[in-house]
């Protein structure tokens, strides 16, 4: 089981009673707060739980040992997810993302925590060469914490993103293996 443990915020390998939350908050929560932010352009097929489970227990690794999602937990009580997909396997790019869905804890800096702690996990376990995450520009506090955590912006596609009937721009931040060690070297000299 991994465990990653920040300031207030652990990033761990998810349990059952885990998979019983991710499956609630995207399927059956009304007020679905966290897809309005996250890819809210991007239609949502619904499931049912089996299905659901199904799906995560046939998802790959990443690399040996390194899952494709971690849980993010407060006190050891869920929060959201922290994931990672390959864009390109040849030159070591992964796309990275958090999804905070219990919306008591947005703007309180602990998304920002585990979006670091995720980014140095994938770094320090895998031989990657860069990360990369989407969003589009309505999202200003995703572009935030990325913009905190090192990652420069790398495209801008104008009006390439609908939402509640507006156009957006999308947005593509990244962030190089060779600059995440400076980072980490400048942190650790301070």
Do not use: C
């Amino acid at each position: 089981m991994i465990h990653k443990r920040g300031i207030r915020v652990t990033l761990r390998t998810a349990t059952i009673a885990d998979l019983e939350e991710i499956y609630y908050w995207k399927y059956v929560d009304k007020t679905q707060a966290a897809k309005k932010w996250n890819g809210p352009y991007i239609p949502e097929k619904q499931m049912t739980k089996t299905e659901f489970l199904k799906e995560w227990a046939n998802e790959e690794e990443l690399f040996e040992g390194v899952p494709n999602t971690l849980v993010m937990a407060v006190n050891d009580q869920f929060i959201g997810v922290v994931g990672a997909y390959w864009v390109d396997k040849n030159t070591n790019w992964l796309e990275t993302g958090i999804v905070t869905y219990n919306s008591d804890y947005w703007n309180g800096g602990y998304g920002s925590e585990a979006y670091s702690l995720w980014i140095d996990y994938l770094f320090e376990n895998t031989t990657l060469h860069r990360l990369g995450m989407s969003t589009w520009s309505g999202n200003e506090r995703m572009m935030r914490v990325a913009d905190k955590l090192g990652m420069q912006l790398e495209a801008k596609i104008r009006d390439a993103r609908m939402v509640d009937g507006k156009y957006y721009d999308a947005i593509k931040m990244g962030i190089l293996r060779s600059e995440w060690e400076l980072l980490k070297v400048s942190h650790h000299s301070v």
